[in-house]
């Protein structure tokens, strides 16, 4: 359903050096990069997922958070190490999470704006 989603961004280089770290632990990359912007997604694709540069961006609402696909747990691990090593806020670690569904393995982060993200997996049991 969705092409891509926009997060507006107090500190673009804060928040890349974040991103850049978690989602190159899921495989994601840099697929283009300007002085306000930048865009993520699979090597060779296209974006998927960007920052922009918005100063005075607003805090998120409480009850929006974002998550990002995973190719397995170990993935999953490294994706909130790398969030907590470059800024973020640990909000839930690596985990099964049953009340989500059965083989819903996931973890939970804050960054540097106050987003709520995730990166899950879920595996048939």
């Given at each position: 359903m969705l092409h891509h989603i926009s997060l507006g961004v107090g500190d673009l280089g804060?928040?890349?050096r974040l991103y850049d770290a978690?989602?190159?632990?899921l495989?994601?990359?840099r697929v283009w990069a300007y002085e306000t912007?930048?865009?993520y997604g699979s090597p060779g694709g296209g974006d998927k997922?960007?920052?922009?540069?918005?100063?005075?961006?607003?805090a998120p609402t409480p009850g929006f958070h974002l998550a990002f696909a995973a190719a397995s747990r170990a993935a999953v691990d490294r994706f909130h190490a790398a969030a907590l090593l470059h800024g973020g806020r640990d909000n839930g670690a690596p985990g099964l999470r049953p009340e989500y569904g059965p083989g819903y393995y996931a973890a939970f982060v804050?960054?540097?704006?106050?987003?709520?993200?995730?990166?899950?997996i879920t595996e048939t049991v």
């Amino acid at each position: 359903m969705l092409h891509h989603i926009s997060l507006g961004v107090g500190d673009l280089g804060r928040s890349a050096r974040l991103y850049d770290a978690a989602l190159a632990a899921l495989g994601y990359v840099r697929v283009w990069a300007y002085e306000t912007e930048i865009g993520y997604g699979s090597p060779g694709g296209g974006d998927k997922f960007a920052l922009k540069f918005r100063g005075d961006a607003p805090a998120p609402t409480p009850g929006f958070h974002l998550a990002f696909a995973a190719a397995s747990r170990a993935a999953v691990d490294r994706f909130h190490a790398a969030a907590l090593l470059h800024g973020g806020r640990d909000n839930g670690a690596p985990g099964l999470r049953p009340e989500y569904g059965p083989g819903y393995y996931a973890a939970f982060v804050i960054d540097p704006d106050g987003y709520q993200i995730e990166a899950v997996i879920t595996e048939t049991v």
